[in-house]
Antibody, heavy 115, light 107 residues
């Protein structure tokens, strides 16, 4: 059974950094594309980033240069490193994957950027 | 980037109603479109991919159609579990984008 569990969220001051983790089970992260999607409070879904099985990465244009997606095949875990955080980055962050689109989702982890 | 626009933003309906939600892409995306359902406090759930293919386990009252730039999600007979927010999402190329969502409320 495919499972995704996000951790690493919390309260962080503006300008700070945070690393989110997504622990995967039931499949190997080394040969699957992995995505991050976020949702600000009371708002819609926003696609953030993908790490493709071949190692290519893509990001939402608004985030380039601040966020970095990566994975550790030995831990079957992938990550979202978030730097220079702003109030508008406050959101629930979901990791998601699937053979075609986003068939499997984690429960999400809340990131709050506030002083 | 490809922009996705859904209409309406909110829809009030009753159990048993036929409901249609529209999604338009700012440029052609062939049939690279998915639909998701999200209930409050929960992660989204994939309903439909490639515009009209029903994800396994999804009730047959859900259906999708369209190609190019215009797409629809139809619920043939609304059930109590269907009151939720629905999102379209293209996957023609990166960056992927979602529509702004359509909330289906109880009338």
């Amino acid at each position: 059974e495919v499972q995704l569990v996000e951790t690493g969220g919390g309260l962080i001051q503006p300008g700070g950094s945070l690393r989110l983790l997504c622990a995967a089970s039931g499949f190997s992260v080394s040969n699957t594309s992995i995505n991050w999607v976020r949702q600000a409070p009371g708002r819609g879904l926003e696609w953030v980033s993908v790490l493709e099985s071949d190692g290519n990465t893509h990001y939402a244009d608004s985030l380039k240069g601040r966020f970095t997606i990566s994975r550790d095949n030995s831990k079957n875990t992938f990550y979202l490193q978030m730097n220079s955080l702003r109030a508008e980055d406050t959101a629930v962050y979901y990791c998601a994957t699937g053979a075609i689109v986003l068939e499997y989702w984690g429960h999400g982890t809340l990131v709050t950027v506030s002083s | 980037d490809i922009q996705m626009t859904q209409s309406p933003s909110t829809l009030s309906a009753s159990v048993g109603d036929r409901v249609t939600i529209t999604c338009r892409a700012s440029q052609t995306i062939s049939r690279w479109l998915a639909w998701y359902q999200q209930r409050p406090g929960k992660a989204p759930k994939l309903l439909i991919y490639r515009a009209s293919f029903l994800e396994r386990g999804v009730p047959s009252r859900f259906s999708g159609s369209g190609s190019g730039t215009a797409f629809t999600l139809t619920i043939s007979s609304l059930q109590p579990d269907d009151f939720a927010t629905y999102y379209c999402q293209h996957y023609d190329d990166y960056p992927w984008t979602f529509g702004q969502g359509t909330k289906v409320e109880i009338k």
